[in-house]
């Protein structure tokens, strides 16, 4: 397959080495110049649990981007980046091109359906833990699981099945869901919890496992995301999405792993919290629905944002 990765950060990094090294025809598009640089010039650096390898891959940095027509595009930047990168990629997309999205946040699939028919557009997540240690260089944490599906029930199933056995081939573990919407909303759930605990208390998701009342306050920020996404017809299984994150805590899971909008603030990058916290606070408010605590995670993040650089670190010794 000739597939484009919109977004080459960490995770599109990871994606799109793997599919290079299963044999698939790749491209991995970014807007980090010196980071595409370092791909085409010295390759794309892997490293895992296994050591490092290098893996040879195209890469082109956009705006000035041009690409021959893919079967599929993947979208993998932040969903601030979201139009910038289905831009980006157009060129990519012809008359049979399949885009799926694997982003966090609320709010990606609408620009997504501008760019291609309800048929041709799948979403979906992964809970592969990954980052990105510099330009070329990204290190892939632990086990996960990617599901994604068809927007419009029954649309281009005999291209999905060759999306679906690509990412087999390429080590990804894939399962397939009838409804990805719901899939989407319970990572967006998922990641209300676990991005913004971790941010606010600045430790790594094993540390989560330390607090003994970790059910009681990842369920009100749960609670709040059930309703307003019942208020627009998805159902979120709570009590599936609260299992998920405890299965994170194991190091072997991916638990070292630091969340991505803590790298956010650790390199003084505008966070994902609008399209987080912020989105259901937003949507919450649009339908008449409290929501509290998601309201104040907004606040304490963009709070973190502002003032990261002169958070305090240590004791004075005086």
């Avoid at 505008?270 to 606040?299: C, D, Q, W």
């Amino acid at each position: 397959m000739r597939i484009v990765v919109a977004g080459s950060g960490a995770m599109g990094c990871r994606f799109g080495g793997l599919l290079a090294e299963a044999g698939q025809d790749v491209l991995l598009l970014d807007g980090w110049a010196e980071h595409v640089d370092a791909i085409n010039f010295s390759g794309l650096r892997i490293t895992d649990e296994r050591g490092s390898r290098v893996v040879r891959v195209a890469a082109k940095a956009f705006p000035a981007v041009t690409a021959d027509r893919a079967d599929l595009v993947i979208v993998f930047g932040k969903a601030a980046q979201t139009a910038s990168l289905a831009e980006a990629a157009t060129a990519a997309i012809g008359r049979d091109t399949l885009l799926l999205t694997l982003q966090n946040g609320l709010g990606n699939l609408e620009i997504l359906g501008r760019y291609v028919p309800a048929d041709r557009l799948l979403a979906g997540t992964t809970t592969l833990g990954t980052e990105l240690l510099g330009p070329g260089h990204v290190r892939a944490l632990g086990s996960g699981e990617t599901v994604f599906g068809a927007l419009e029930a029954g649309g281009r199933r005999r291209e999905v099945a060759r999306v679906r056995q690509a990412l087999a081939a390429a080590g990804i573990a894939v399962r397939m869901t009838a409804d990805p919407r719901a899939t989407v909303w319970s990572k967006v759930a998922f990641n209300c919890v676990m991005n913004s605990l971790c941010s606010l208390a600045s430790i790594p998701v094993s540390a989560l496992a330390r607090y003994d009342r970790f059910d009681e306050l990842a369920g009100s920020v749960l609670d709040e995301i059930v309703a307003v996404a019942a208020a627009e017809g998805v159902a979120v299984d709570s009590a599936g999405v609260l299992a998920l994150m405890r299965a994170q805590f194991a190091p072997s899971a991916s638990g070292d792993h630091l969340a991505s909008t803590l790298q956010d603030l650790m390199r003084g990058r505008p966070t994902e919290i609008a399209y987080l916290n912020g989105a259901v606070a937003a949507r919450a408010a649009e339908h008449g629905i409290p929501a509290p605590v998601n309201e104040t995670i907004t606040r304490l993040i963009a709070l973190l944002e502002a003032t990261w650089p002169a958070r305090v670190t240590s004791l004075n010794a005086d």
